[in-house]
């Protein structure tokens, strides 16, 4: 009888074992195609897949590198299967170039529709030079910034200089696209006159996080000026050109920047094709929205993140139908 009573328990753990292998075989792979490792996207899409593969959710996300967000873009305009089952993080700014078929998308794309954003992105010109006092001061200087394939850092500013001043001041400028910590360490090695520097930001509460080169510049030593690119640029720039978002980077959020600047906001996240299952996004979203603290257990770019914040600046067509399904229930719109 012991013997039996002892085959039969095994025979039911057994049987639970594989129940609940079954039902963790059952839940769905979603893929997320994220960007350069180390990057702020990519360390947020680790703390996704974490928080969603240790939830209680029916899918478990994959989460890969990929060399940035034009190649999400990209991957998932060109690949039919892709679409069914992969979310990449992108920008507004990558998919107003994806839409215009500007570079680096040698033809137009289908813009990617968002599931949630991760933070506000703020980019602005640094100077050393004491006589350097206003964007305007740069006429005939050089500045370095990032390659123009890096949305943030190098079409976004290159466009606010073409955009948001003079064609006449824009046509003197000797500009250097060599790259974010590139540039960085040319202002530092004083081989040029300014460079673009930024961080992340909540665009709910105005908390700021420094990009790396950002802390690399500020580290110098040296006495920096920080150039406000003015609403009015910022302005004339979202009307010719990429939509950037007026927001002014409160004083102190950088050591040595005493006054707020005016910046053309970028904002960044999780994105999926219109052809992307809504049960999916919704899914997705709603475990944004749901974990939202748990962000800033993985990354301090995580305590930049906010429930408001996760659609801040993006109009209901924009977002994916599955993931407007989760914050209108939420009561977020």
């Known amino acids: 009888m012991k013997r039996f009573l002892t085959c039969l328990c095994l025979?039911?753990?057994?049987?639970?074992?594989?129940?609940?292998?079954?039902?963790?075989?059952?839940?769905?792979?979603?893929?997320?195609?994220?960007?350069?490792?180390?990057?702020?996207?990519?360390?947020?899409?680790?703390a996704l897949e974490n928080i969603v593969n240790k939830g209680d959710y029916p899918i478990l996300i994959s989460h890969a590198e990929t060399p940035g967000q034009a190649f999400n873009v990209n991957k998932l305009n060109a690949d039919p299967a892709a679409r069914k089952n992969t979310v990449g993080t992108a920008s507004k700014g990558i998919n107003w170039l994806a839409a215009q078929g500007k570079k680096p998308f040698p033809a137009k794309r289908t813009p990617l529709l968002l599931i949630g954003s991760y933070t506000y992105t703020a980019t602005w010109l640094v100077?050393?030079?004491?006589?350097?006092?206003?964007?305007?001061?740069?006429?005939?200087?050089r500045i370095a910034m990032g390659r123009i394939p890096q949305a943030i850092w190098g079409y976004e500013p290159d466009a606010l200089l073409r955009c948001g001043y003079s064609d006449d001041f824009y046509k003197s400028l000797s500009i250097q696209y060599v790259g974010t910590g590139e540039a960085a360490t040319a202002l530092v090695n004083g081989q040029v006159d300014a460079a673009t520097i930024g961080g992340y930001m909540d665009p709910i509460s105005g908390k700021f996080s420094p990009a790396p080169q950002t802390v690399e510049v500020v580290a110098s030593g040296r006495d920096l000026h920080h150039l406000d690119w003015t609403e009015e640029a910022v302005k004339k720039t979202a009307a010719k050109d990429i939509q950037l978002i007026p927001f002014s980077v409160p004083a102190n959020s950088v050591e040595g920047q005493t006054a707020p600047i005016f910046i053309g906001a970028d904002t960044h996240g999780l994105f999926a094709h219109p052809d992307f299952p809504e049960e999916y996004a919704y899914i997705l979203a709603k475990a944004m929205i749901e974990n939202i603290d748990a962000f800033a257990q993985y990354h301090a770019l995580g305590a930049l993140m906010s429930r408001e914040g996760l659609i801040k600046g993006w109009s209901?067509?924009?977002?994916?139908?599955?993931?407007?399904?989760?914050?209108?229930?939420?009561?977020?719109l």
């Not at 100077?127 to 200087?141: F, M, N, P, Q, Y």
């Not at 209901?316 to 977020?332: D, N, T, V």
């Open 316 to 332: 209901p067509e924009q977002i994916h139908p599955g993931a407007l399904r989760a914050y209108k229930e939420a009561g977020l």
């Open 127 to 141: 100077t050393a030079d004491e006589s350097i006092k206003s964007v305007s001061d740069l006429r005939g200087k």
């Open 11 to 46: 025979v039911v753990m057994s049987l639970a074992l594989c129940s609940g292998l079954a039902g963790a075989a059952e839940k769905v792979r979603i893929n997320l195609l994220s960007t350069p490792f180390g990057t702020g996207s990519y360390v947020l899409g680790t």
